[in-house]
């Protein structure tokens, strides 16, 4: 994918997230940063690079140092992915289930309605 093209496709899964925020009850002002370093990455280094540098420094993806690990964003950003990437066409259950089962997220995909 191109730096255009990803930045494009970034600033999209950025709305969808917000917008997801807000219809689940959960918006903070914490997720208007949401990815943005992302964007950011990309047009400087290019998607692959971006991506694996947001992953490290994202705790919405920490989910190897749990202390950390921001399960409402993680949620939010599963659920949103789908309508956004075409790649990533689960929901936010399906994704836990197939890629994070690891990771007790029932409870707070239960009380966001996912």
């Known amino acids: 994918m191109n730096r ?4 494009r496709e970034s600033a999209a899964h950025w709305l969808a997230y917000q917008k997801t925020a807000i219809k689940l009850n959960t918006w903070s ?3 208007l940063l949401h990815d943005v370093e ?6 400087l280094l290019g998607d692959k690079v ?4 947001h992953r490290i420094i994202s ?8 202390g950390r690990f921001d399960k409402i964003g993680a949620a939010i950003d ?4 789908r309508f956004t990437k075409p790649s990533k066409p689960l929901n936010a259950r399906q994704t836990w289930q197939k890629f994070y089962s690891h990771i007790d997220m029932a409870d707070t995909l ?3 309605g996912l």
């Open 4 to 7: 255009i093209a990803a930045i």
């Open 50 to 53: 971006s991506t694996k540098l």
């Open 59 to 66: 705790s919405h993806h920490d989910t190897v140092f749990h």
């Open 78 to 81: 599963w659920e949103c992915a």
């Open 110 to 112: 239960h009380k966001l």
């Open 29 to 31: 002002p914490r997720f």
């Open 38 to 43: 992302k964007m950011i990455l990309c047009a």
